[in-house]
């Protein structure tokens, strides 16, 4: 089993900035890549950021230049760094993982449990 858990989401003003973080646990022999996903109600989940193994970034043109998402190998854990936050970024934030088990099965479907933004005034 993989297990993925999201920390440091919260409410903010706009314009205000807050970390993502997500720790990475279990059966995991290598992680291909990372990622960060959200879902606003009654949306579909979409891409926000993903970081590889070697470190090539991909961001949603939504986020760029606002976002940044990095990772700590040591610790299998990714973050997501959100600054000038606004209210269209409100959402369920969702970690993901394309990973590689003990049992040398790769999936790319590990998800966390999500965590709240939520950017008002």
């Known amino acids: 089993q993989v297990q993925l858990v999201e920390s440091g989401g919260g409410l903010v003003q706009p314009g205000g900035s807050l970390r993502l973080s997500c720790a990475a646990s279990?059966?995991?022999?290598?992680?291909?890549?990372m990622g960060w996903y959200r879902q606003a109600p009654e949306k579909e989940r979409e891409l926000v950021a993903t970081?590889?193994?070697?470190?090539?970034?991909n961001y949603a043109d939504s986020v760029k230049g606002r976002f940044t998402i990095s990772k700590d190998n040591a610790k299998s854990t990714a973050y997501l760094q959100m600054n000038s936050l606004k209210p269209t970024d409100t959402a369920v934030y969702y970690c993901?993982?394309?990973?590689?088990?003990?049992?040398?099965?790769?999936?790319?479907?590990?998800w966390g449990q999500g965590t709240q933004v939520t950017v008002s005034s």
């Open positions: 279990g059966s995991i022999l290598a992680i291909n890549s």
């Open positions: 970081i590889t193994s070697g470190g090539s970034t």
């Open positions: 993901n993982a394309d990973a590689v088990t003990f049992a040398g099965e790769r999936r790319n479907d590990f």
